[in-house]
């Protein structure tokens, strides 16, 4: 079992920045890949970034050039440093982890909202 617990969100203005924490507890040397994801009032859930076990990571054209996700695999965390952040950025963030061995995403956490002022 691995449990996952968001943090860092809040209120900050169009053009502000904000640091995203997911730390991971449990069976984490089971964790692969980790991954952001966001969701809008009335909107799908979508990807923000992902990052594997050996560092690589993906983007949505969205947050491109102005986010960055990093593991600190000391502390069993993941961050997602978010800059240059616009009022469509709004959203609740969700921090999820995929296990090896497996397909999809199993487990999540409870999210974390960000809301950006124009």
């Known amino acids: 079992q691995v449990q996952l617990v968001e943090s860092g969100g809040g209120t900050v203005q169009a053009g502000g920045s904000l640091r995203l924490s997911c730390a991971a507890s449990?069976?984490?040397?089971?964790?692969?890949?980790m991954g952001w994801y966001r969701q809008a009032p009335g909107k799908q859930r979508e990807l923000v970034a992902t990052?594997?076990?050996?560092?690589?990571?993906n983007y949505a054209d969205s947050v491109k050039g102005r986010s960055t996700i990093f593991r600190d695999n000391a502390k069993n965390t993941v961050f997602l440093q978010m800059n240059s952040l616009k009022p469509e950025d709004t959203a609740v963030y969700y921090c999820?982890?995929?296990?090896?061995?497996?397909?999809?995403?199993?487990?999540w956490g409870q999210g974390t909202q960000v809301t950006v002022s124009s």
């Open positions: 999820a982890a995929n296990f090896y061995g497996a397909t999809g995403w199993g487990t």
């Open positions: 990052i594997t076990s050996a560092g690589r990571t």
């Open positions: 449990g069976s984490i040397f089971s964790i692969n890949t």
